[in-house]
């Protein structure tokens, strides 16, 4: 041992020792390690290790409120929460890619006119189709998107193209632009962008749902030439690009929505690996959010639960076919509702008995069924399905046994001949357990375990009442040595594999019990080690 490592552990000693006697501690400069004499030590030195208290969220894996309650007698619930399915609105109507097309051309009288004026101009009016890949849209006003112009002219002429889209309304202007171009002896070709954020679209100006009115107007200047123009023209092509909605209204139509099986994770029976775990009263809630200004009609196609050795079990119950999904009649409402599946309705008891490790769910629905409607859709409307699953802290545990791996390593010291490791438990839990520790390789490969003998309580359950409430805790103290065999075995070993069989007080008879957010098991674990420093 190194003269450092040597002062790391006599002076805390010396500090102590002389707060003792002189309520003040030496300084390190004070003790002249120089001068210590070239013998044997054996110091004896105890040492706290883990002074912790562990309550049941540390238990079951809960670490935020929100997976946990307690009602006015603070009797414990466990919550898991998952999202079934949930779809927002631009993602089930989204805007496609709009494009139109508009030529323009001269024949030999227009050229003719063209030269002995110094100017003429050519309008077209068009009705564009906006499609959608259901249903009709009336209106909707832009959250986001452009329009981009393109014109290519090999006509010999410059102008100016002017295009206006009526019932398209931003600070009460219509949309209007203009884009000039200019003949240089050779085709032209140039372009433009439009923000479109803002502008409210009015899809039923011309009395036809779905259409929007585009008007194209170009203007052409004299170029002081009489060039032939039959066979040229100029082409404007417009393209409406990543538009999203603030808001929009129509009829949307019939269409499937594809909700995919997904799965709420139980992590209370992440590391289960054996035995029983009864909750006397389970239950899964659905709620069911609507703020699509449409009806939707939905089924349950699947609703499992799925163990830790992936064998399922099929949920059955009160499940209402079809869901009882309502639709707001108000932009920016939701409609909300629900149902509960617990032990009165269904197999709930005896399924969360099996300590799954998942409940799956899948869902499949359809738009405006039974019959199609006016809708409407906000950005931030949305459809979605929520399961709740809650576990009141009432029932038994028989050999529920349950399991985890943490790495692990020690350094070797080389000057360490035993340890003893004493532990020390205040169990405030009504219910035994059997905990070991088994120390083992990079391959999982058992080296030692922290308890000698197996049989070995670990934590014993708390004094309970008649009504199985806890009353007093109770005391355990373990002492285990590891002599330098041992010790050997510990600075071999990767990792540490936890193990815990627990049974609730008198579970043997079936005997309820019921957890309180008070509970608690005290920790404390120390360790006296023998060292031989030179």
């Known amino acids: 041992m190194s003269v450092n490592q040597l002062k790391r552990i006599l002076l805390p000693i010396v500090c102590i020792v002389s707060f003792f006697f002189h309520f003040s501690c030496i300084k390190e400069n004070d003790f002249n390690y120089d001068k210590l004499a070239g013998s044997n030590w054996d110091p004896d030195l105890?040492?706290?290790?883990?002074?912790?208290?562990?309550?049941?969220?540390?238990?079951?894996?809960?670490?935020?409120?929100?997976?946990?309650?307690?009602?006015?007698?603070?009797?414990?619930?466990?919550?898991?929460?998952?999202?079934?399915?949930?779809?927002?609105?631009?993602?089930?109507?989204?805007?496609?890619?709009?494009?139109?097309?508009?030529?323009?051309?001269?024949?030999?009288?227009?050229?003719?006119?063209?030269?002995?004026?110094?100017?003429i101009t050519k309008t077209i009016s068009h009705f564009a189709p906006f499609i959608f890949q259901n249903g009709t849209c009336d209106s909707m006003l832009v959250e986001s998107g452009q329009l981009d112009i393109s014109l290519v002219s090999d006509i010999p002429h410059s102008g100016i193209l002017n295009i206006t889209i009526p019932d398209a309304i931003k600070n009460g202007q219509s949309l209007s632009c203009q884009l000039p171009f200019t003949w240089s002896g050779s085709a032209t070709t140039v372009g433009k962008s439009i923000d479109l954020s803002g502008y409210f679209i009015n899809l039923s100006g011309s009395g036809i749902p779905g259409v929007l009115t585009i008007n194209y107007s170009i203007t052409y200047n004299n170029s002081t030439s009489l060039s032939a123009v039959t066979g040229h023209q100029s082409a404007v092509h417009l393209d409406f690009n990543a538009i999203h909605f603030k808001s929009i209204y129509g009829n949307f139509g019939q269409?499937?929505?594809?909700?995919?099986?997904?799965?709420?994770?139980?992590?209370?029976?992440?590391?289960?690996?054996?035995?029983t775990l009864y909750f006397d009263d389970p239950s899964l809630t659905f709620t069911l959010k609507n703020s699509f200004g449409m009806p939707i009609d939905a089924h349950v196609s699947s609703l499992t639960a799925i163990n830790r050795l992936g064998q399922s079990f099929p949920i059955t119950g009160a499940i209402p076919?079809?869901?009882?999904?309502?639709?707001?009649s108000v932009a920016g409402q939701s409609a909300i509702s629900s149902f509960t599946l617990d032990k009165n309705n269904s197999n709930v008891r005896s399924i969360i008995?099996?300590?799954?490790?998942?409940?799956?769910?899948?869902?499949?629905?359809?738009?405006?069924?039974?019959?199609p409607a006016y809708n409407f859709l906000l950005d931030t409307s949305e459809f979605r399905a929520d399961i709740k699953i809650e576990l009141p802290m009432r029932g038994y545990a028989s050999g529920f046994t349950i399991q985890d791996t943490v790495d692990f390593r020690l350094d070797?010291?080389?000057?360490?001949?035993?340890?003893?490791?004493?532990?020390?438990?205040?169990?405030?839990?009504?219910?035994?357990?059997?905990?070991?520790?088994?120390?083992?390789?990079?391959?999982?490969?058992?080296?030692d375990s922290m308890i000698l003998d197996p049989s070995h309580t670990l934590i014993e359950s708390a004094q309970v009442n008649s009504a199985g409430k806890v009353i007093a805790s109770t005391h355990k103290m373990l002492d285990e040595p590891f002599p330098s065999a041992r010790l050997d075995?510990?600075?071999?070993?990767?990792?540490?594999?936890?193990?815990?069989?627990?049974?609730?007080?008198d579970f043997q008879t079936g005997r309820i019990i019921e957890i309180y957010d008070d509970y608690k098991i005290d920790v404390k674990v120390g360790v006296r080690a023998d060292f031989n420093i030179h």
């Open 255 to 275: 269409q499937a929505i594809t909700l995919f099986e997904d799965s709420a994770l139980i992590t209370l029976f992440s590391n289960f690996q054996n035995g």
């Open 321 to 328: 076919d079809p869901l009882p999904i309502g639709f707001p």
């Open 46 to 119: 105890a040492l706290p290790l883990i002074q912790t208290s562990i309550n049941i969220q540390d238990i079951s894996g809960l670490v935020d409120s929100a997976n946990y309650s307690t009602d006015s007698n603070h009797l414990l619930k466990l919550i898991y929460t998952g999202n079934i399915y949930s779809i927002g609105s631009n993602h089930f109507l989204p805007v496609l890619n709009q494009s139109d097309d508009a030529v323009f051309s001269l024949n030999a009288s227009d050229s003719t006119l063209l030269y002995q004026s110094g100017t």
């Open 489 to 505: 075995h510990l600075y071999q070993t990767k990792k540490m594999l936890i193990r815990s069989l627990i049974n609730t007080a």
């Open 353 to 371: 008995s099996q300590c799954p490790k998942y409940i799956t769910y899948s869902l499949n629905a359809t738009s405006n069924a039974p019959n």
């Open 412 to 447: 070797k010291i080389n000057d360490l001949k035993n340890a003893i490791f004493r532990i020390n438990i205040d169990n405030g839990f009504p219910a035994n357990a059997y905990t070991q520790i088994y120390f083992t390789d990079a391959g999982f490969n058992i080296l």
